[in-house]
């Protein structure tokens, strides 16, 4: 390994081949097999970030990515095929963190960022799905819920705990009080 690897090491199996990822400190990406061997060669790399990169596997390699935001609020989407591409979203610049989720049910994958007291989803177009206010600074990075087969997100401040549904509102009962994440 050239760079000392960073992050979480994650594995995914694609048409009866193992895949297993390994985020370097450089930024690069090293796909290997099981053996260890290289995989994949990706020419093109991830920004390197405090945030961590999601994967996201789809039917064949094209159509899986690696997902990550740099602190100037830059999603970067490298597919496993080594094409790349990058949105900015440059208002979430320094947020608390960021989730791709399907924030809204459409089965499709959007962006929530938690920045000072907001909760915003936007669609990949920037489109905003939902804004949520609380009464504190978020003090954690939001994380996805699902209950009653609905995704609903949940982010916390120095005083209460949140859970937001789909429709940008809270989820009956919220906010608690408490101060740690879920």
Do not use: W
């Amino acid at each position: 390994v050239a760079a000392p690897v960073t992050g979480t090491i994650q594995h995914f199996a694609l048409r009866g081949k193992d895949y297993i990822v390994l985020p370097l400190q450089n930024g690069k990406v090293k796909i290997v097999q099981r053996s260890g061997e290289d995989r994949l060669t990706l020419e093109q790399q991830l920004p390197g970030s405090k945030y961590p990169y999601v994967l996201k596997v789809g039917s064949d390699l094209s159509k899986s990515f690696l997902i990550q935001i740099d602190t100037l609020g830059t999603m970067s989407q490298l597919s496993l095929n080594s094409d790349k591409k990058e949105i900015a979203f440059d208002e979430f610049n320094d947020a608390q963190g960021y989730l791709f989720m399907d924030a809204n049910g459409d089965n499709a994958n959007d962006i929530v960022f938690a920045k000072g007291n907001k909760v915003v989803a936007l669609n990949m177009d920037k489109e905003y799905l939902f804004q949520f206010e609380t009464v504190g600074q978020i003090t954690s990075a939001p994380q996805r819920f699902s209950m009653s087969s609905s995704n609903m997100t949940g982010v916390s401040t120095a005083g209460e705990i949140y859970l937001i549904k789909r429709d940008g509102t809270a989820y009956e009962g919220f906010p608690l009080l408490g101060s740690t994440p879920f």
